[in-house]
């Protein structure tokens, strides 16, 4: 079974460039998480959606960073403009949002901003 | 300056040994707890979880015991493996679906 893939797995770019972060689930699993991951911080959640549904964006740092979800399959995180202090490891996980199911996490994107 | 980061909790075992590794949670209302072992450039992978209806719960070569008493969670691996040196983190889930994820215990596996 294909886990959850997400491109590109290394991304280094100057600041204020756009960075665009892509992220395919689980099949059939119906909740999408992106969380951040650097020394200072730790793991921490950006935004999830239910059903492709935007539930929860509380730990979205800034207006410069969105994300979507257009259909079950696919989100993407932006971050527009980037900056040096948004370097950081993003990860994408998906679940079944019925009842206790754990999340299953890709293997990230390394993200470097100059 | 100095960067100021998380201080990770570190555990040295040697090979065969048994490793314990612990955990406290926050919030008394949590219901699932799962635990995560991460490999350097990779994300967290899923080893065990444990409901809150459940004390003890064991899978190939690891155990995850829960005391909401004292609000802990360990997680036991038996006959360690160089292959187990890894961060390993528990999760916590209370209402909704978000877990929160403490900041993790770094492994190492003396052969």
């Known amino acids: 079974d294909a886990g959850v893939i997400q491109s590109p797995r290394h991304e280094v770019t100057e600041m204020g460039q756009e960075v665009t972060l892509r992220c395919k689930p689980i099949?059939?699993?119906?909740?999408l998480f992106w969380y951040r991951q650097t020394m200072m911080r730790g793991l921490e959640l950006l935004i999830y959606?239910?059903?492709?549904?935007?539930?929860?964006d509380s730990g979205m740092p800034e207006d410069r960073f969105s994300a979507k979800m257009p259909n079950a399959s696919f989100s993407t995180l932006k971050i527009q403009p980037s900056e040096p202090r948004d370097s950081a490891v993003y990860f994408c996980?998906?679940?079944?949002?019925?009842?206790?199911?754990?999340?299953?996490f890709g293997d990230g994107t390394r993200l470097s901003i100059l | 300056g100095e960067s100021v980061g998380l201080h990770l909790p570190t555990l040295s075992v040697q090979e065969g040994d048994n490793s314990i590794i612990n955990c406290a949670y926050s919030?008394?209302?949590?219901?699932?707890f799962i635990w995560y072992k991460q490999e350097s450039g990779k994300g967290p992978q899923f080893i065990i979880d444990?409901?809150?209806?459940?004390d003890k719960r064991q899978g190939q070569r690891v155990t995850v015991l829960l005391n909401k008493t004292v609000k802990h969670l360990s997680l036991q691996i038996a006959a360690t493996q160089p292959g187990d040196s890894a961060v390993y983190f528990c999760a916590e889930k209370a209402t909704g679906n978000q877990f929160y994820f403490g900041t993790g215990t770094s492994l190492t596996v003396i052969p």
């Open positions: 919030n008394s209302a949590s219901d699932y």
């Open positions: 099949s059939g699993h119906n909740s």
């Open positions: 959606f239910n059903n492709n549904v935007p539930i929860d």
């Open positions: 444990i409901r809150s209806n459940m």
């Open positions: 996980a998906s679940s079944w949002t019925f009842s206790n199911q754990p999340q299953h």
